[in-house]
């Protein structure tokens, strides 16, 4: 995996990892830490500008701005931004919300649990290779096991089939097309249940560990 794009973070001072799970179907291990300017904004600015990712996020903008509009996204305690990494190596970018506190209640039926979540694989070599998956797979693990929701949600822009069909199979269901004024975009509402998840997209091949923990079977 080293020298598609970034230099694994084992090296030097390992991250504190909100997240890790070793993926059994990719053979990869997933792991989620919290992003900082710090550490991320010249990769983050980098990755919002490349030509797969302008059309649906819309944050093309010039360094200065963009620090900005990340330290917004720093600021909202209803969101946090993360880096998601495969076998170390920051590849993705992931935002996990609080889905009442957010514009896209204003288009379902919201639970005060509900946990929504965004994504982008940044490096183009990553794409295309069947990452998004376990990635995501991750993601909605994480937002399920660090809270009491029984529902995660996503409202990806209606044009963007394969990330729509990632989220399909990862135990999303579509409950239809929207125009959701407030992102900008016709989106699809996709919802995923904590039982079925659990039950038909976890399974019984995945290793899971915890930032420092032992890992555990499932």
């Known amino acids: 995996m080293r020298g598609e794009s970034e230099t694994s973070e084992t090296e030097g001072n390992r991250p504190c990892?909100?997240?890790?799970?070793?993926?059994?179907?990719?053979?990869?291990?997933?792991?989620?830490?919290?992003?900082?300017?710090?550490?991320?904004?010249?990769?983050?600015?980098?990755?919002?500008?490349?030509?797969h990712v302008k059309p649906y996020w819309q944050l093309d903008l010039s360094l200065d701005r963009?620090?900005?509009?990340?330290?917004?996204?720093?600021?909202?305690?209803?969101?946090?931004?993360?880096?998601?990494?495969?076998?170390?190596?920051?590849?993705?970018?992931?935002?996990?919300?609080?889905?009442?506190?957010d514009s896209v209640a204003n288009h379902y039926d919201a639970d005060d649990a509900d946990r929504g979540v965004h994504l982008l694989v940044g490096p183009e070599e990553y794409l295309g290779r069947g990452y998004a998956l376990p990635l995501l797979r991750g993601a909605v693990?994480?937002?399920?096991?660090?809270?009491?929701?029984?529902?995660?949600?996503?409202e990806p822009?209606?044009?963007?089939?394969?990330?729509?069909?990632?989220?399909e199979r990862c135990g999303f269901e579509s409950e239809g097309e929207f125009r959701f004024d407030e992102a900008g975009?016709?989106?699809?509402?996709l919802v995923c249940d904590r039982e079925r998840f659990e039950a038909e997209v976890l399974g019984d091949g995945?290793?899971?560990?915890?930032?420092n923990g032992p890992e555990v079977r499932r």
């Open 141 to 154: 693990a994480m937002q399920f096991e660090m809270s009491e929701a029984e529902r995660v949600v996503a």
């Open 185 to 189: 975009k016709d989106a699809v509402l």
């Open 66 to 101: 963009f620090r900005e509009r990340f330290r917004e996204k720093l600021a909202d305690d209803h969101l946090t931004p993360y880096v998601g990494c495969l076998d170390h190596v920051p590849m993705s970018y992931w935002e996990c919300y609080r889905a009442a506190d």
């Open 17 to 51: 990892y909100d997240y890790r799970r070793y993926d059994a179907e990719a053979d990869r291990t997933v792991s989620f830490r919290p992003a900082t300017p710090e550490r991320d904004l010249r990769r983050l600015h980098a990755w919002l500008g490349s030509d």
């Open 157 to 167: 822009d209606a044009r963007n089939d394969r990330a729509i069909r990632v989220f």
């Open 206 to 211: 995945a290793t899971e560990t915890d930032a």
